[in-house]
């Protein structure tokens, strides 16, 4: 049974960091592409993109969090991690990671390209 965990959601001020990680079990994590998304609550709210790590270890960003966000992963501990920083009242969102067996290089960013999903944790700056 595949899982995806996350953890490290918390509530925090304007300018801070935070650090998210996301364990991944029963699916060959190192061959994965591992994504993160969040969501902003409320009706009709679109997954937002936030970055993407390709089993090589390509990444990619989503243009709003450059510069100030981080996607990393350990192959030793199946963990996905998203160190982030700068960070806004515009950043509160419920927080996903993903995974996925394969996905094209242009689609990482691509909520639909993922089959296995976490529940989600809350990350919440207050101003």
């Known amino acids: 049974q595949v899982q995806l965990a996350e953890s490290g959601g918390d509530s925090v001020y304007a300018g801070g960091s935070l650090k998210l990680s996301c364990v991944v079990s029963?699916?060959?994590?190192?061959?994965?592409?591992l994504g993160w998304f969040r969501q902003v609550p409320g009706a009709e709210r679109e997954l937002g993109a936030i970055?993407?790590?390709?089993?090589?270890?390509?990444?990619t960003y989503a243009d709003s969090v450059k510069g100030r966000f981080t996607i990393s992963k350990d192959n030793s501990k199946n963990t996905v991690s998203l160190q982030m920083g700068s960070l806004t009242p515009e950043d509160s969102a419920m927080y996903y990671c993903a995974a996925d067996e394969w996905i094209s290089s242009g689609d990482w960013l691509r909520p639909s390209e993922y089959d296995h999903w976490g529940q989600g944790i809350q990350v919440t700056v207050s101003s």
């Open positions: 029963g699916l060959p994590f190192a061959d994965y592409c």
């Open positions: 970055a993407g790590i390709s089993d090589i270890g390509t990444i």
